[in-house]
């Protein structure tokens, strides 16, 4: 227990040295903006972790929840367009209402026709005649809603509400999304599960990608209301260009210093308050008995629990979280693109995250979100270094040294799983192992 105690300081400290020796050796704006997605990273982390950590559930989909996140920022944030609103508005909304009818009256068959086939074609003539029922007005509109200036805009907006609403909605979205995946597969086997988070997290891609009147598709939105002023809005006030002499600083260094410092102070905020809200769960009773239901479903069911609707709580919970953290990284970036929504940067990091830092522990995952994105930034330029430095002694034509130069590029790959297999050989139990009881008592 006091060797754990002792380990997590010492991992912040030599994080904290590492964004210094960035700040020194390359820029304090980059060494700012690392440490900026470093605690987005840890919340996404942090919310991965609720799920494996706390109940051993198996989510591929991290990267669908986490665009969720940056949709309801695009939703949120951004101004209507009165012209798209116009033409197809309601197109749209009589296409929502027939889709929400059309479930209405699947559930109606399904509970009052029945069994057999009488419900099965019940239930299929239903959904087809409400497809394209639906289709018939969604069609026309959202052709018209993409013809509206297409080059600025060319989607219906969003409600132009405050950024730290379209934040709680990323999480409220993200937990819907989690609460229909949930009660389809949380019953069945654990590969179940990751298909489809898998494959939900896919179609949710797919559709970002392709419903431009949504949310331009890969065309992106630029322009997202951020927390912080935009850096050339800053550059106006004669505040900003006060302090900047005074410093001794260029005007345009100071505001972007400026803006990534406010932004690190809010990332931080938010991910003390989830961190304290994770701990103070896992240590109360039903902390207790998502743990104990991990470690063993059949005799936690035969205690009475209920696996399966806890099971569902702990998963809408930690999707939240990661949706809380898509919006985030949507609101800081000021700019929502849906091609960058990949499973190497949303999933794949993110497990290496929790199980470098050590899954079950909610400090352990934060220190995973610090080292696997510091690393995944600076493996580049430190692998070039090295290599320019290995290479130092060769020919400055020589194809060999141009070839491995090159190659820097591929350096976080291996340092990825360097790190990771590296981790799994000398610490299995990630750098801040989880505290059991047996830990606890030594």
Not at 230 to 246: K, M, N, P, S
């Amino acid at each position: 227990m006091k060797l754990l105690k002792q380990q997590a300081p010492l991992a912040f400290a030599f994080m904290a040295t590492a964004l210094v020796l960035v700040g020194v050796f390359q820029s304090w704006s980059l060494s700012l903006t690392i440490l900026n997605y470093c605690l987005i990273a840890s919340i996404m982390s942090l919310g991965l972790n609720i799920q494996w950590g706390y109940a051993g559930l198996f989510n591929v989909g991290l990267m669908g929840f986490a665009a969720l996140g940056g949709m309801s920022a695009v939703l949120v944030t951004m101004k209507p367009v009165p012209e798209a609103w116009a033409v197809g508005g309601a197109g749209i909304g009589m296409g929502i209402v027939t889709t929400v009818a059309t479930i209405l009256l699947a559930i109606a068959a399904y509970r009052r026709l029945p069994k057999g086939y009488v419900r099965g074609w019940g239930m299929a003539t239903v959904i087809v005649l409400g497809y394209f029922a639906a289709r018939y007005f969604f069609d026309p509109a959202t052709n018209l809603i993409e013809s509206v200036n297409p080059a600025q805009t060319g989607f219906l907006g969003g409600l132009g509400l405050p950024v730290w609403v379209a934040w709680a909605v990323g999480g409220v979205l993200a937990a819907g999304v989690a609460w229909v995946i949930g009660k389809i597969t949380l019953g069945l086997r654990s590969d179940y599960l990751a298909i489809a988070t898998l494959g939900i997290s896919e179609i949710i891609i797919a559709v970002l990608k392709n419903e431009e009147w949504l949310t331009r598709g890969v065309k992106n939105v630029n322009g997202i209301p951020r927390p912080m002023p935009y850096e050339y809005d800053l550059q106006q006030q004669v505040w900003a260009q006060e302090w900047a002499v005074w410093f001794g600083a260029d005007v345009q260094d100071f505001t972007s210093i400026y803006v990534k410092v406010c932004s690190a102070g809010l990332a931080l905020s938010v991910l003390l308050v989830l961190y304290w809200l994770s701990q103070t769960a896992i240590k109360s009773p039903w902390g207790r008995m998502m743990r104990a239901i991990r470690d063993n479903e059949t005799a936690a069911e035969a205690m009475g629990k209920h696996v399966t609707g806890r099971h569902l709580q702990v998963f809408i919970l930690g999707s939240a979280v990661v949706g809380i953290a898509g919006a985030m990284m949507t609101t800081f970036d000021g700019q929502f693109t849906p091609t960058t929504y990949n499973p190497l940067r949303f999933t794949f990091l993110i497990w290496v995250m929790v199980i470098v830092g050590g899954s079950g522990n909610n400090l352990g995952a934060i220190v995973g979100g610090f080292v696997i994105w510091f690393f995944w930034v600076e493996a580049e330029p430190m692998g070039y270094a090295l290599l320019n430095f290995l290479t130092s002694g060769m020919d400055a034509d020589s194809a060999l040294r141009a070839h491995l130069l090159d190659s820097a590029a591929h350096m976080r790959l291996i340092t990825m799983g360097l790190i990771l297999l590296v981790t799994l050989r000398f610490r299995p139990r990630g750098l801040l192992p989880e505290q059991t009881a047996r830990t606890r008592g030594h």
